[in-house]
């Protein structure tokens, strides 16, 4: 099946600091990624929603200039977290769907990337 | 907002089916059930997906009532490998998934 990746999957950084997390398709065209951010014991909460060429579509409550998306190409889109904070720690995930299956067709996820700042 | 509703937590047998429910009762007539799995600090993992008619792939059964206002997700031979929190959700028309707070199944021997 379609695999979708991240890198890094682990990252520490300082606070202050910005962080970018990658997210790629590997065998397949994502005109569409999304990102989402997982506490502990928590649910994944949508972020923001990447469609290729164009801004992102942020969630309510998602602060978009400290939450960078850019989808420059059909099988990578990148998450920078800017200024880095001790709250922003999290699991943050992405994934893809493939094109032309709309809400018919499966949304792969990545493996996600977990961030802690110090 | 989620559109789902489900038991926080359940329990089943090794080698025993696992009946998860899910309760959806505001789902449009265009939008999909689909339901995933997260095994811990791990990406979600796809299961299987309906639209009104029953399906069955090599890992579940997805039953959804007549009225599309609930569903139920089979597991028919529930492993310790399938302890994880799964996912029941409605997905729209503009393509994005929302979560729920999911089912945590925990299979024991």
């Known amino acids: 099946g379609a695999v979708v990746s991240q890198h890094p999957s682990w990252v520490i950084c300082k606070s202050g600091t910005s962080v970018k997390i990658e997210c790629r398709s590997l065998d397949f065209q994502a005109t569409t990624m999304f990102w989402y951010r997982q506490f502990p014991k928590q649910s994944l909460m949508l972020m923001a929603t990447?469609?290729?060429?164009?801004?992102?579509?942020?969630e309510q409550g998602v602060e978009k200039d400290k939450f960078l998306i850019n989808h420059a190409s059909l099988t990578l889109s990148t998450l920078t977290v800017t200024s880095a904070h001790p709250e922003d720690s999290s699991f943050y995930i992405c994934s893809a769907s493939a094109p032309g299956g709309g809400n018919t067709g499966e949304l792969f996820f990545g493996e996600g990337s977990r961030l802690t700042v110090l | 907002d989620a559109k789902t509703t489900q038991p926080p937590s359940m329990d089943c047998a090794e080698g025993r089916a696992a009946n998860l429910p899910c309760n959806h009762s505001t789902i449009s007539g265009n939008e999909y059930v689909y339901w995933y799995r997260q095994i811990h600090s791990q990406g979600p993992q796809y299961i299987i997906h309906g639209l009104k008619n029953n399906e069955t792939n090599e890992m579940a059964s997805l039953i959804i009532t007549e009225d599309r206002k609930s569903s139920t997700l089979i597991l028919p031979h529930a492993t310790l490998r399938d302890t994880a929190v799964y996912y029941c959700?409605?997905?729209?028309?503009?393509?994005?998934?929302?979560f729920g707070a999911g089912t945590r199944l925990t299979v024991k021997p």
């Open positions: 959700i409605v997905r729209g028309n503009n393509n994005d998934m929302r």
């Open positions: 990447s469609n290729e060429g164009s801004k992102a579509t942020y």
